[in-house]
């Protein structure tokens, strides 16, 4: 399985500011994932990022709330702009490997103030 | 549009039982199923299904997946209080997306 780092592990944040989320994974991957969780609900995919194009964004998020970087095969990050108390979540990426075996970082809990 | 019913939403059991979660799917062009623990924050792997009626195995925990009814169980024998958590199951619609369910709450008492 793949070792998946994500820091901040958590973050607390006033609103109208943006936070950056970095994760690290441990061998190159084609393509990694962020989710966002929030509280009581299941997983929802934000967007997927593949190293050298422009990441593709699920129905309700946007490039300019959520921009995302995927430099190279190991390394993404997502930054959480503008933020208002609706985006305290918990914030997971995630790659797949082994073929379709999908694998979590640890996530970030963000809270909003 | 994609489906993911997972039930029962929540579950209480002593040590030493046995309990099975379902999940129960319809998504467009089907290619696999995985199925996750959910402690505090990263969901943890536990399976992938790709083909009906193979059961994967891992200890206590199996997982078997039937695509002409659209469903997959987890089954937990021997209940240890280890074992609570959330149970997420993820069906891959298309390429490369997978559609969450809401997950199975289990508690399990000493």
């Known amino acids: 399985s793949a070792v998946i780092s994500q820091k901040p592990s958590r973050d607390i944040c006033q609103r109208g500011t943006s936070l950056t989320i970095q994760c690290q994974v441990d061998s190159q991957v084609t393509m990694m994932f962020w989710y966002r969780q929030q509280p009581g609900q299941s997983l929802t995919l934000i967007a997927t990022?593949?190293?050298?194009?422009?990441?593709?964004?699920e129905s309700g998020f946007v490039i300019d709330k959520f921009p995302i970087s995927r430099p190279n095969l190991t390394f993404s990050t997502l930054t959480v702009s503008n933020m208002s108390p609706e985006d305290s979540s918990i914030y997971l990426c995630?790659?797949?490997?082994?073929?379709?075996?999908?694998?979590f970082g640890p996530g970030t809990r963000l809270t909003v103030t | 549009e994609d489906k993911v019913v997972q039930s029962p939403l929540s579950l209480v059991v002593h040590e030493g039982d046995t309990v099975t979660l379902n999940c129960s799917y319809e998504v467009t062009n089907f290619r696999s199923l995985l199925w996750y623990k959910q402690e505090k924050k990263a969901p943890t792997f536990l399976f992938m299904l790709t083909s009906s009626g193979i059961e994967k195995k891992s200890g206590r925990l199996s997982s078997i997946l039937d695509k002409k009814e659209l469903f997959s169980i987890l089954n937990i024998t021997a209940t240890q209080t280890g074992d609570s958590a959330v149970y997420l199951c993820?069906?891959?619609?298309?390429?490369?997306?997978?559609?969450f369910g809401t997950g199975t709450r289990l508690k399990v008492l000493a």
């Open positions: 993820a069906p891959r619609s298309g390429t490369y997306k997978y559609i």
């Open positions: 990022a593949n190293q050298g194009s422009e990441a593709t964004y």
């Open positions: 995630s790659a797949n490997m082994q073929g379709d075996e999908q694998y």
